[in-house]
């Protein structure tokens, strides 16, 4: 079935560093592809999706990349701040008899240390 | 305008009994989800509705899962004969069109079967 998997599943990085988190995909016909961003206790928000007819996009200080031949997608966070830590899904959606549901990974618990 | 709501906030039943668990979308989305996330757990797909094609039930762990969807409107999933397992939280998210799009998160409603 669709499957979507997520690394690392926790990451530790200093104030101002980068941070890459990275996700792979089962289903070739998925052309959507949303990162959220849940803060502790509160609900998953959208920062940041891209299709498939692109392979790049960004965002102030993040950015998502998308290679659709190896199903393989990461986002990409410059100069982290505290605020910046958060539980990061990233997700796809395989076309399924005419709609299309969303499939999550598993996670990424950001830390980022002041 | 609104977002998303759930009720009740926090439900504590003993095993064994049903529950019902209630979506009001944002108005105008046609497409409905329901999540379940363990604790410190990702999001687990469960239904899905868009318009007034049926479900995508796909993501349903048992048949003791079930969820309607009044109207284009209003969603409610019911879980029967409760087990201890079901304790979670359940995210309801609507989207304008589909799984293409952003989907906005309820603040969820809080399971505990004793």
């Known amino acids: 079935g669709e499957n979507v998997e997520q690394h690392p599943s926790t990451l530790s990085v200093q104030e101002g560093d980068s941070a890459v988190i990275k996700c792979t995909y089962s289903d070739s016909a998925s052309n959507y592809f949303p990162w959220y961003k849940q803060e502790l206790g509160k609900r998953p928000q959208l920062i940041i999706d891209?299709?498939?007819?692109?392979g790049e996009k960004k965002d102030q200080r993040i950015a998502v990349t998308l290679n659709k031949t190896a199903k393989h997608f990461s986002l990409h966070i410059t100069e982290t701040q505290p605020e910046d830590s958060a539980v990061y899904f990233c997700a796809a959606t395989p076309e399924k008899g005419g709609g299309f549901k969303t499939i999550f990974g598993a996670g990424t618990r950001l830390f980022v240390k002041a | 305008g609104a977002g998303v709501s759930q009720s009740p906030s926090n439900k504590v039943t003993e095993k064994g009994k049903d529950v019902e668990l209630r979506c009001d979308p944002i108005?105008?989305?046609?497409?409905l989800y329901w999540y379940r996330q363990s604790l410190g757990q990702g999001l687990e797909f469960l239904i899905y509705?868009?318009?007034?094609?049926?479900?995508?039930k796909s993501g349903l762990p048992s048949d003791r899962f079930s969820a309607e969807r009044t109207g284009g409107s209003v969603s409610t999933l019911t879980i029967q004969r409760t087990q201890q397992e079901d304790s979670a939280v359940y995210l309801c998210?609507?989207?304008?069109?589909?799984?293409?799009?952003?989907?906005?998160f309820g603040p969820g409603t809080r399971l505990t079967v004793t």
């Open positions: 509705f868009q318009g007034n094609s049926a479900p995508d």
């Open positions: 108005s105008g989305h046609t497409a």
């Open positions: 891209i299709r498939s007819n692109v």
């Open positions: 998210a609507s989207s304008s069109r589909g799984g293409e799009y952003e989907q906005y």
